[in-house]
């Protein structure tokens, strides 16, 4: 995978277009979490003191090719402006004459943030018109929104065929993070899955049961699994069909690969009943609800990962967000830490992952915590995500 960087290009004076993928959580108008926003530092760093006119490209939310005022980027620009502690004008489009203007007159080594480009129904839909008219305000093309790489859009595709177009620090950090997990990765190699449904994540284990040693598997997902093999997961959340789970843990054999199950839970007797919570072994679930795995799975699980050199971390053991049932979560990311700390090779990657490692307090012991959810996943899939493919030569 060879893609130019920004040390390929002196970008003193020039306009560089630059997508990010600012597409942080808000809630009523203010940021709830800015790890995009401060993941973008480097790379803004990077370009203001290189000189550059940097204009800022990226999405918000979802709103659907119309100009909406709840998915304004205007709180971004002023965020941004107290991170980099300089001005970044905003400009309330991100096409046409006055965008145009504005990108010539940011000042070298200075910032402008362009509205929302998916107020323009041309961005999702990769308009070769509407990637030019991007391409406008900018002389070189920098893409970093490694979270929107799996999006073949306007200003995350099209517009690197109009201008000269580089990797930014961030993606090419996150590229070279996974590339590490599925290239060569240092042995043993150890997956840690969770999350709701089997589904979600079939394209995962099917890729990485080539490359893996062991998966452990925690979430929704084990019920499924625990289901699959003849378990009675009482009212339990799991998927109606059995059948990609069946498929999983054949594969799993036949290939060598171990698939580490929960062996006991916590339980409640409704989602919202936490003064039920409780552990009980696999074979007494009855009618309850399994939240958590058991503190003998994590033991079990924490093992297994201080064993490992290369750890990938891939969603929560439980419903992490409440006390009654993070212990598993918790555990785990201990583990995975201990590992890290003794050379291992760990990354977060899948939006509830990265949210549970911030939450749970190890996110910092990782050796990286990607910024993608869909994106992550696309790559751990195997899959050929646009936006990088855009930018190979
Ligand atoms: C994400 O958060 O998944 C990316 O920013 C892409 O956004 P999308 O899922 O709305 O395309
Ligand atoms: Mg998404």
Do not use: W
Request: hydrophobic residues 45%.
């Amino acid at each position: 995978m060879t893609f130019a960087t920004l040390d390929d290009v002196d970008v003193r004076g020039k306009r560089v277009l630059l997508r990010e993928d600012l597409n942080v959580p808000m809630k009523d108008g203010a940021i709830a979490d800015e790890t995009r926003i401060t993941a973008a530092l480097p790379t803004l760093h990077r370009l203001r003191d290189g000189g550059a006119k940097t204009i800022i490209l990226s999405h918000l939310g979802r709103p659907d090719g119309k100009r909406d005022p709840r998915y304004s980027l205007r709180p971004i620009a002023a965020r941004l402006a107290e991170l980099l502690g300089t001005p970044v004008t905003f400009v309330d489009d991100c096409v046409g004459a006055a965008c145009v203007a504005a990108s010539h007159a940011v000042p070298d080594g200075g910032f402008a943030l362009f509205e929302n480009v998916r107020f323009h129904s041309e961005e999702e839909a990769n308009d070769p018109g509407f990637a030019r008219s991007l391409a406008e305000s900018g002389d070189l093309y920098v893409n970093d929104a490694f979270g929107t790489a799996h999006r073949a859009h306007a200003s995350t595709v099209g517009v690197a065929a109009d201008l000269p177009a580089y990797a930014g620090l961030l993606m090419a950090a996150e590229l070279e993070a996974l590339t590490r997990l599925t290239h060569d990765p240092v042995r043993p190699f150890v997956c840690a899955i969770g999350g709701a449904k089997v589904t979600d994540k079939v394209g995962v284990f099917e890729n990485l049961l080539a490359t893996v040693d062991a998966f452990v598997i925690g979430g929704g997902m084990a019920n499924t699994f625990l289901a699959a093999q003849g378990v009675d997961v009482g009212t339990s959340l799991r998927d109606p069909d059995l059948g990609p789970a069946t498929r999983i843990i054949a594969a799993a054999k036949a290939q060598g690969v171990s698939l580490h199950l929960p062996v006991d839970a916590v339980v409640a007797d409704r989602f919202d009943a936490d003064d039920t919570a409780r552990v009980v072994a696999l074979d007494a679930v009855g009618s309850a609800m399994i939240l958590d795995i058991g503190p003998a799975t994590a033991a079990a699980y924490a093992q297994v990962l201080r064993g490992a050199r290369t750890i990938v971390f891939n969603g929560p053991m439980g419903v992490y967000e409440k006390k009654a049932y993070q212990d598993g979560t918790r555990v785990i990311g201990e583990a995975i830490a201990a590992a890290t700390a003794a050379g291992a090779t760990s990354v977060v990657g899948g939006g509830d992952a990265a949210a549970a490692a911030h939450a749970l307090g190890f996110a910092d012991a990782m050796t990286h915590v990607s910024t993608g959810g869909g994106a992550t996943l696309e790559f751990l899939e195997g899959k050929t995500l646009p936006g990088v493919a855009a930018l190979l030569r």
